[in-house]
C-alpha cells in the first residue's frame, strides 16, 4: 500500500514539473493584465481554458459571479471532495501587489498534477475560481450560494515574505459613513452653513485619539471617498469608507460600535446629522491543523523550510477566513521575497513575476496538491480533518 501511495505522490509532482513553464507562463500573463474585483473576465478565461486542456470539467460563470468559475474531475469511484481555490483579482492601480497570479496559477498546478491520478483514486477534485477577494468577498457570496457544499477540505496558499503554514487573520466589519450639513458660502456666508467636512475631520481625529485605548489586534483604517464639491463652498455633504479589523469578531464589533460613536459625536459638535452603514466583511480565519501540519510536511519534504512564527505577526482579512468557519481549510504561507518585502506594494508586485515566486508557486502546487492527495486517498486522515473541524467549531481549542 505504501508503495502505491509512493508511486502515486510522484506521478502527481512530475505532472506539475511538466506542466511548470505552462502554468508559469499562466501566472505571467495574468500578472501582466490585471483585473480588480468582479471584473476579472479574462484572468477567468484564460485560467478556464487551461483547465479544459487538462481534463477538467468548466462551469462559467458560476453561483451567479460573471467571473467566477467550477473545474470538476471525478476519481475512480466515490470518494471525499477536495477544493483548490484560485484568486486572480488585483488591487487598483497597483496589480497584482499581492500576488494572486500565483495563487491561481498554484491551484491549477495541483490540480494538474492530481488529474495525473484520478483514475486510480477515490473522490473529485474540484478548482473554485473565486473572485474579489480584495474587498469584494466572493467567497463569501459562492458559500451563500451553495458552492462549497459537499466540500470537505477546501486548500489554498499564498504568496508572502515568509513560509508559514498557519498564520492568523483579523475579522473586519466595512463602515460607510455620511454626514450632512448645509450648503452656504464660505467667504460671503459661512455663518449660515453646517460644515460636513468638518464632521469628517473630527471623526479621523477622533479614531487617531481611540486607537491609544485599543487592544493591539485591532485596526481602524479609512478613506474620505468625498469631501465636497469646490472650496468655496462650505461642503452639505461627506462620505467615508472604514475597515474596522480584530483577531476576533466580538472585539471588532465592539470597535465599530466605538467608533460609531465618535462619529456620533463629530455629528453633535459641527450641527450635522450622521447617516452611517456597517457590514461584517472577514471573518477571522480557522486554519484546520490536520491539514496544515501535511501541507507543511510535504513542503519541507520538497526542500521548502518553513520559517519562524515572528514575534509581532503581521496581519491582514481574507475570505478564506468565512470559508474555514464552514469547511476544513487551510491558508498557509509561501515565500517569494525577503523578510523587509511588503504585501500591497510595487516591491511585492514584482517579486509576484520573479524566479522566487516561479519557484514558490511550483513548490505550493505541489505541497496542495499531495495534502489533497491525502484527503482523497486516506480514510484515517480525512477523520481527523473532521475531527479537528467539529472541536474547532464548538471552542474546544483555539
Known amino acids: 500500500m505504501k508503495s502505491d501511495s509512493t508511486a502515486l505522490r510522484q506521478e502527481v509532482l512530475a505532472a506539475i514539473d511538466e506542466a511548470a513553464p505552462d502554468l508559469w507562463a499562466l501566472a505571467l500573463d495574468i500578472h501582466a493584465h490585471p483585473e480588480v474585483a468582479f471584473q476579472e473576465h479574462r484572468s477567468a478565461e484564460v485560467l478556464c481554458a487551461a483547465l479544459r486542456r487538462y481534463g477538467y470539467a468548466v462551469e462559467r460563470p458560476t453561483a451567479g459571479l460573471e467571473t467566477a468559475f467550477r473545474a470538476e474531475a471525478r476519481g475512480a469511484r466515490s470518494g471525499p471532495t477536495v477544493a483548490l481555490l484560485a484568486e486572480y483579482d488585483a488591487l487598483p492601480e ?23 491520478v484520478l483514475d486510480r483514486v477515490p473522490g473529485r477534485v474540484v478548482v473554485l475560481g473565486t473572485p474579489a477577494e480584495e474587498g469584494g468577498g466572493g467567497k463569501i457570496i459562492l458559500l451563500e450560494r451553495g458552492a462549497f457544499a459537499g466540500v470537505d477540505a477546501a486548500l489554498m496558499f499564498h504568496p508572502s515574505n515568509a513560509t508559514l503554514a498557519v498564520r492568523a487573520s483579523l ?22 452653513g453646517l460644515n ?16 491609544q485605548q485599543l487592544r493591539d489586534d485591532a485596526r481602524v ?27 476576533d469578531r466580538a472585539y471588532a464589533e465592539e470597535v465599530l460600535r466605538r467608533v460609531v460613536d465618535c462619529a456620533r459625536g463629530a455629528a453633535l459638535a459641527t450641527g450635522t446629522n450622521l447617516e452611517h452603514e456597517s457590514v461584517p466583511a472577514y ?14 510536511r510535504h513542503l519541507e519534504s520538497l526542500g521548502w523550510p518553513l520559517d519562524a512564527q515572528p514575534e509581532r505577526p503581521r496581519m491582514g482579512s481574507t475570505d478564506m477566513g468565512n470559508v474555514s468557519h464552514a469547511v476544513p481549510a487551510i491558508h498557509p504561507y509561501v515565500r517569494i521575497g525577503p523578510r523587509e518585502l511588503r504585501g500591497h506594494s510595487p516591491e511585492f508586485r514584482e517579486a509576484a513575476a520573479s524566479e522566487e515566486g516561479r519557484r514558490a508557486m511550483l513548490a505550493a502546487a505541489k505541497a496542495l496538491a499531495l495534502t489533497a492527495l491525502d484527503v482523497l486517498t486516506d480514510p484515517a486522515f480525512l477523520a481527523e480533518v473532521r475531527r479537528d473541524f467539529t472541536s474547532a467549531a464548538s471552542g474546544q481549542h483555539g
Open 221 to 247: 483604517h479609512g478613506i474620505i471617498t468625498y469631501g465636497g464639491s469646490a472650496p468655496n463652498v462650505i461642503p452639505d455633504r461627506t462620505e467615508a469608507l472604514f475597515s474596522v479589523r480584530a483577531m
Open 171 to 192: 475579522a473586519s466589519f466595512r463602515l460607510k459613513v455620511r454626514f450632512l450639513g448645509r450648503a452656504a458660502h464660505a467667504a460671503a456666508t459661512p455663518h449660515e
Open 283 to 296: 471573518e477571522a480565519i480557522r486554519p484546520n491543523q490536520p491539514l496544515a501540519q501535511a501541507f507543511a
Open 94 to 116: 497597483l496589480g497584482h501587489g499581492c500576488g494572486h497570479n500565483l495563487i491561481c496559477t498554484g491551484a491549477l498546478g495541483a490540480a494538474v498534477g492530481l488529474r495525473r
Open 196 to 211: 460636513a467636512l468638518d464632521a469628517m475631520i473630527q471623526l479621523f481625529v477622533a479614531i487617531g485619539l481611540l486607537r
